[in-house]
Every structure is written in structure tokens, then in C-alpha cells.
């Protein structure tokens, strides 16, 4: 078993921001989380992970209430890589990536051979080694989304939560890093904004519009050129490629019939 979502809905602020969303993902599975801005993809992660709690509905782990799990139990579980993740403390990108063992060690141990082990082989996995001596200050935001994402990979968990993993990478670290999630034993469910990454790397995709679940399945069967025109509001040409998922492409006409001013250069 994994973890599972039942007709959850949550308020943030008022507002209604997941609205009856049900997610059973399968164990070892890729999940594609899409929707426009606002359409509840950060906040259905929060819920996931824990981090709040539901107004209505569940969420479970292994077929228990997340909420009543002992803290360190869900976090040897899942872990989970913010779009806002940071410290203000300048230390070593090998510290931060230690970090993800904290739920294994026990209040006064001391790092154990394995946590030395899973913290070089995170290193290594995000292309990191070599700066794991590096000060924090002195990575790049590319190198520090890298340096989360390794933390996470430390804690080696069995759910893995990306929102918006590929901001600030470059083209090679993005394809890199869905390669590297797309290929762990573990259930991933990832935030993203990008369709082409989503209909390359994922085994599903979920798409939420204000806060409600309006399309679930396969690439192929989600990223129609329909469902892009009506949750969007672009149209896309969608092309089947020989892996199995789709590539989507725009243009500048898409934007046109969208209706909306383009944009100046």
C-alpha cells in the first residue's frame, strides 16, 4: 500500500483551495501533478506530506489516518522537496543532504556508515559530489534545488514529493532529474507546470482546476489538445511519441486565439 487520497477538501484563508479530490496512486508509480496557477496542485502536496490537514475526507498511509501517524513515522515515509525550501545558515551542501537522515537517527545518535553512504550516493545521483564541501551561499538556484532534491533522495523514502522540481534548472538538469525520479523504486507524485516534462516522465497525470480533479490517466489519454483549450485556454498541437507519451507544442497563433494581448518584446 501507499499513500491515498478520499474525497479531500481543504479552506486556505477562506477559500476553498482542494475541492473533493480523490488520489490512489499505485505503488512505484510517477504521478504528474498539472493545472494552472492556483489550481491547487501546492496545496493537495501539503496535504499529502502531512503538512496541513484536510477539512473533509482523508488521507492515508499504508491504510492509516495520516494525521494520527507519529511525526518521525510519516518522515521515514515520504519526503517531500518545497518550492520554497531554504536556510539562512550557511553550511555545506553535504550537511544539508545529511539533513535527510534526521528521521532515522535517534536523538543523540551519531551518523552511522549508512547514513554516510546514503547521503554520497544522493550526492552523487543529483551530480553533486564534487561540491559537497561547498557553502551553501556560494550554490546557484539551480545547484540548491539539486542540493533539496538530494536531501530528499538521503531520506530514502517510499513517497517522494516534488513541487515544481524543475524551477531553476537548465534543460539537461531538468530532463536529468525526472529521468532519476521516473526510475526510483519509489511512488512519486511531482507538481509541475511543464506538459511536455509531464507527458515524458509520467506514468499518470492528475489535473486540477480550482482546487477540483477534472482529468486523470495515462499521458496519451490526458494531454489532448481539448483538455489543454479548455483548462489553459491555448490550443496545442499534441503529438504520440515512440516512448509511449506525448509531446506538446505551441505557437504563437495558440496564443492569438486565446484572446489575450501577446506579449511585448
Known amino acids: 500500500m501507499t499513500l491515498s487520497v478520499d474525497g479531500v477538501s481543504w479552506r486556505r484563508g477562506g477559500a476553498l483551495v482542494v475541492d473533493d479530490v480523490t488520489l490512489h496512486p499505485r505503488p512505484g ?23 496541513s490537514r484536510p477539512d473533509a475526507g ?19 515515509r515520504i ?32 551518523a552511522t556508515a549508512h547514513d554516510e553512504a546514503a547521503v554520497r550516493d544522493a550526492l552523487e545521483r543529483v551530480g553533486l559530489a564534487d561540491a559537497a564541501e561547498r557553502t551553501w551561499r556560494s550554490l546557484s ?21 516534488l513541487d515544481e522540481p524543475t524551477n531553476h534548472l537548465d534543460i539537461r538538469h531538468q530532463l536529468d532529474l525526472l529521468h532519476l525520479v521516473s526510475m526510483l523504486d519509489t511512488t512519486s507524485i511531482i507538481a509541475l507546470h511543464d506538459l511536455n516534462l509531464a507527458g515524458m516522465f509520467c506514468d499518470s497525470i492528475v489535473v486540477l ?30 503529438t504520440p511519441t515512440e516512448e509511449g507519451g506525448v509531446a ?18
Request: proline fraction near 6%.
Open 29 to 51: 508509480e510517477t504521478i504528474g501533478l498539472l493545472g494552472p496557477n492556483g489550481s491547487g496542485k501546492s496545496s493537495l502536496l501539503r496535504l499529502l506530506q502531512a503538512a
Open 58 to 76: 482523508t488521507v492515508t498511509l499504508d491504510g492509516q489516518p495520516i494525521g494520527a501517524l507519529p511525526r518521525r513515522a510519516v518522515a521515514r
Open 79 to 110: 519526503a517531500a522537496v518545497t518550492q520554497h525550501a531554504d536556510t539562512d545558515t550557511d553550511i555545506t551542501v553535504h550537511d544539508v543532504v545529511r539533513l535527510g537522515r534526521t528521521p532515522h537517527r535517534s536523538l543523540w545518535g551519531s
Open 141 to 161: 538556484g539551480g545547484e540548491r534545488q539539486r542540493a533539496h532534491i538530494a536531501r530528499a533522495l538521503a531520506q530514502e523514502p517510499r513517497e517522494l514529493l
Open 209 to 238: 482546476r480550482q482546487g477540483r480533479a477534472v482529468a486523470a490517466g495515462t499521458p496519451r489519454e490526458v494531454l489532448t489538445r481539448e483538455l489543454i483549450r479548455d483548462v489553459y485556454e491555448v490550443d496545442a498541437e499534441v
Open 248 to 265: 506538446v507544442a505551441f505557437t504563437r497563433r495558440s496564443w492569438e486565439r486565446a484572446g489575450r494581448p501577446q506579449p511585448t518584446r
